[in-house]
């Protein structure tokens, strides 16, 4: 399958620059994956195709401020990095720019020494991994030092960190926002739990997939990055009365859609469990965990593009996609939101 296959044309002033004051005042394009038909509506219209007795299900991780401005120890060249996973303690995979100016043993200064990264091992791509000294608590300092690792799309300065998080962000671990969730607000989802719909929380941290285009011509020779996911036992026995009562699991962005597929093909249940997945979804996948999903609109030829054109149809994205351009729908990250009901 070629990856050109997914591509469309976006105007460049389509793609979102900064997010919305009202959360939930997004637009929100509904896709019925059977038929292709298209309605307009208003985010916060979620609600109204959500029945009592239904799971929406959202990815609970927090953005690190994983974005760092040092220098080299030596040199005092500039050097950006970015933090990509946690290996073990205080050692970390991270994306550098420069890269070529680090070599194992390179240090890099942050905050005049506040945060001192030692490079232990080079690696393709532009990744390297650091041993990290600071002084005090960690999140801390970075809390201080870093700045949100906003997409590369993304040229205006984001004025408010927290419009980069979910409201309901917890879990601290990720290198970007799973963006799906921006959309709601406390408010909304109270009225949604009022309902009678079960709300349920996995984590998975997003990690260099989603800083990384795909290279290839044909899809089956890419090779997806893996992120760290886990799942209680609580969520777990939600989701499986959920599919035995016969009513729908509602996933709240990519990364939660990946997260209860690689738990449902690993173990043809959800159940509590934790650990790294790789899964690439692409059209001929066959849905085991989720029915519906609530996404934004993703680059073109990306991996995403190629995972909802797995759950609706490479034909009916395409087309929902033409149709949100001409509409003037805002792109990506900090864009408008799609529903495939």
């Known amino acids: 399958m070629k990856v050109e296959d997914f591509n469309y044309d976006l105007p460049e002033e389509l793609i979102a620059q900064t997010p919305l004051e009202e959360r939930d005042a997004s637009k929100l394009l ?37 974005r760092l401005i040092g220098e080299k120890e030596d040199t005092k060249a500039v050097i950006e990095v970015l933090l990509l996973k946690n290996v073990e303690k205080d050692n970390w995979e991270c994306l550098v720019k420069p890269a070529r100016r680090v070599k194992v043993g390179t240090k890099v200064t942050f905050g005049n020494g506040k945060l001192i990264l030692t490079c232990t091992k080079v690696a393709d791509e532009g990744i390297r991994y650091f041993d990290f000294s600071y002084k005090g608590i960690f999140l801390e300092v970075l809390d201080e030092l870093g700045t949100m690792p906003l997409p590369p799309y993304i040229h205006e300065k984001l004025e408010n960190k927290d419009m980069y998080q979910t409201v309901y962000a917890k ?8 963006t799906a969730g921006l959309h709601f607000t406390t408010e909304l989802l109270d009225k949604i739990k009022e309902k009678g719909i079960n709300i349920c929380y996995i984590t998975l941290h997003v990690g260099l997939g989603t800083f990384r285009p795909v290279k290839v011509d044909t899809i089956e020779e890419h090779k997806m990055h893996s992120e760290y996911y886990s799942m209680s036992s609580e969520v777990a026995n939600t989701l499986n009365k959920t599919k035995e009562n016969n009513h729908k699991i509602i996933a709240v962005g990519t990364t939660t859609t990946r997260t209860l597929e690689t738990i449902m093909n690993k173990y043809d249940k959800f159940t509590e469990c934790s650990g790294w997945t790789d899964i690439f979804i692409y059209p001929g996948y066959k849905f085991k965990g989720i029915d519906s999903l609530i996404t934004n609109f993703h680059l073109p030829k990306s991996t995403l593009v190629m995972l909802v054109s797995a759950l609706a149809g490479r034909e009916n994205i395409l087309n929902a996609y033409k149709i949100a351009v001409n509409e003037r729908y805002r792109f990506f990250s900090f864009g408008d939101a799609m529903f495939i009901k």
């Open 30 to 66: 509904v896709l019925d994956k059977e038929s292709g038909k298209t309605e307009h509506k208003i985010f916060r219209d979620i609600i109204d195709y959500l029945n009592p007795g239904d799971t929406l299900v959202l990815n609970d991780t927090k953005v690190l401020p994983a």
């Open 171 to 178: 879990e601290v671990g990720s290198a970007a926002a799973p």
